[in-house]
Each structure stands twice: as structure tokens, then as C-alpha cells.
């Protein structure tokens, strides 16, 4: 399946000073399977999973001379290692401190070597160690797939380029804008972790088994909990998790995680769960201007799961009873809509830094307002409210644009391609149009 960030891997391999690059993202996103594909650009290729090859870590607790682990692990894998001509993979390498400590010298020693380091939960290995190099590193995030990575999957990148052509304008032929909200309908449905996709297109009738497969990623990722059980007890970080998906759509309060969690216990555990990947807050601003950051309440945020696919199975909804409800009651579930929107940005930003998100929020008697998120477009701010269909009123949007003179609003809905006054309506399916 096609990814994007296979471009940013294929411009890595051949700059002239480029820097070991470290892969980072939740578990199952397809970290392993990107790399491999890259690896298909070199004579030869070496992989180690730290927490498989346990014995490899004897290498690198002898000494971190990158010279003498390449020999080593040439001569372990009977893979020649040589500048130019081999990738070097090392997966899940949060699993041994030492090789991560190893990095900076292979950026100093063999600056030559092509070399990636994949892992899911960097943060909790960085808190054993005192240093490991990070201005020799360059650091590349990986997310679940985008809705476009999608389309491709089924091999529909003709209404990929459809959609980045369409607007208000110009907008979608009804046949194919219907055809774009059933697609965005199944995949709403199974998120975007890449074998939950390979197991629905494989056999799009076998819905058991793209709900079994949600389970047992979401199995694994409580299973991981347990790693960090040395920090905080299990329990509470699974109800966290929880409560992420309960408090979905507004504003999180910590009070609120669960019994047997205080708010400060809870604001720990959270703090793991998006260390992890695993949860995106949305942040207060004030929207006064440019930066958004500039006017940014750090207390009060919003939080969103990585995966809507994972959302369905914690909140305890089913594929199979979904698929007979219609598109508005589908979008309506936990304000699915608005944190498929939030994730969608994430997943289209750089991939060298993490994508901060905002939002607008007045607490104000007799006027309480909201608007789900504020991009910033060259000096101004513009609103952004998300619809579950094809109605509803913008009394939010149009406050703020009235508050703080903007110019412009975007109303994100079920809706083709349209303009009403000042304010854009753009597509769900077509959140890539707002960031590309």
C-alpha cells in the first residue's frame, strides 16, 4: 500500500549530510513495512527487532563503536554492511538503551551508512538515559493512514485528484461526491491502521474480521500498558484511555477520568498516552492572531484518539450494526466527525515535527460559542466548524468571525463543494484540500 512518507524516506537516502533518522509513532501504524519498502532501493538490507533479536543487544553492551557493531552484525546475519550500498534497520529500539545511545556515533563515525531506527515509545526509554545525541538525530513521525492513503489502497487516486481540483466553484459531479461519502463512511468505520485496511480490502464483505483485527490492536495497545505499570498501575492508564473516548468533543477534565483515578494521577497518565501516540490534545487559543500558539491556555484542551477504527472499539460499537445506520448517525457517534477532522491534520502536516491543534472556546453567560478548530492562513486566523451532515446553523463561527474580524470561515459537513457568503463548505472527504 502507498504512504507518503515513503517520498520523505526516498529524499533522506540520498542527501549529501543526512543524519541517522529515527521513525517514530504508535505501534501498528507501519512503521516496519515503510522501511522495508525503502529497503527495496538498496543491494542489502539488515533488520533487527530489538525485542525479538534479544540476543543482539550483547553487541552494543560491549562497546557503541558503530565500526565494531557493523562487523558484528554482518557476521551475526551473513549480510555484508557497506556505506552507500546497505540499510540498516533497527526496529522497536526503544527496547535496548544502549543501541539508542549508539545513534549519535554512527552519525560521527559512519556518516556514509543509510541508518533507521524505528520506535513506539522513545519517551519512556529517553527517561533512563542521560544522553543519546538528539542534534544528530533527525526525528520522522508516522501516523495511521491518511483518508487519501486510503482512496489509494483501493486504488482510487482518480478521485483523489478530483477532490484537490474541486471547489466552490467547481465542485464535485453528484454521482462521484456520493461515491467519496461511502468511501469516507467504511472509513470512518475501520481507521487507518494499515492491516485493518489490507484485511477490509482483501474481503470488504468480511467485516468480523476487519472487528476482530481493531480488537486485537486495541488489546495490544492495553497490553503495552503493562511496560509502563513501573510508572502508573495499569488500571488507571486503561481508564484514562477510556475517558478520552467518553469525553470526546469537549473540553477534557481530568476529574472526570474515572474512580480510580485523582486529577493529578490522571493528568500523568495522559501525558504517557500522547508520549505514546496514542491521544492528540487540542489546545485553547485565543485566536488573536498569528501564531495561534501565541495565545495558547494550556489548561484547557481537548483530547482525540489517534484512530477512529480504535474509537469504535473502546466505545463499544459494532462494524456490523454501523453499516446499516446511514451516514449522519454514523458521524454522530462521539463526535466522530471533529476527531477525524483533527486527525486528518496531523496525518497531512510535516512529518519532521509534530502538528499542534487549536480550538476557540467562550464561556460567557447568555453567549457560550465554540468552534472545533483555527488554522492560520498567511496572517489570518480562520475558524473551522465540523457538521455530522448536511445541516446546522454556525451561530460559533460567525461570533468569532465577527470578534475578531476575519475574513473568512470554513464549514467542514457532509456537503459538496459550495460558498455562502464568507464562509467556505468544504467536504469531509476533502480535508486534505485545506493543508496541501
Known sequence: MKRKILNALLDWKTEQNRKVLLLRGARQVGKTYIVRELAKEFKHFVEINFEKDTEIHDFFDQNLDPKQICTNLSAYFRIPIIEGETLLFFDEIQSCSKA???????????????VIAAVSLLEFALSDLSSWGVVRIRSLYMYPMSFDEFLMANEEDVLIEMKKEASAKKPIIPAFHQKLKEYLRFFLLIGGMPETVKTFIGNPTDMKSVQNFLSDITTSYYDDFAKYKRRIPLLR????MNSVVNQSGGKYIYSKAGPLSNPIQAKEALDLLEMAGLVYKVYHSSGQGVPLGSGVNFKKFKCILLDSGIFQQIV???ITDLLVADNIDILNKGSIAEAFVGVEFIKYSQDIEKKQLYYWHREKRGSNAEVDYLIEEGTQIVPLEIKS???GKMQSMNLFIN??????GIRISLENFSQHGNITVVPLYAVANLIQ
Not at 539508542?100 to 543509510?114: A, D, G, M, T, V
Open 100 to 114: 539508542i545511545q549508539s545513534l549519535r556515533f554512527f552519525y560521527e563515525l559512519k556518516p556514509k551508512l543509510n
Open 316 to 318: 463499544g460499537l459494532r
Open 389 to 391: 451532515g448536511t445541516t
Open 237 to 240: 492508564l486503561r481508564e484514562v
Open 403 to 408: 470578534e475578531k474580524k476575519s475574513s473568512k
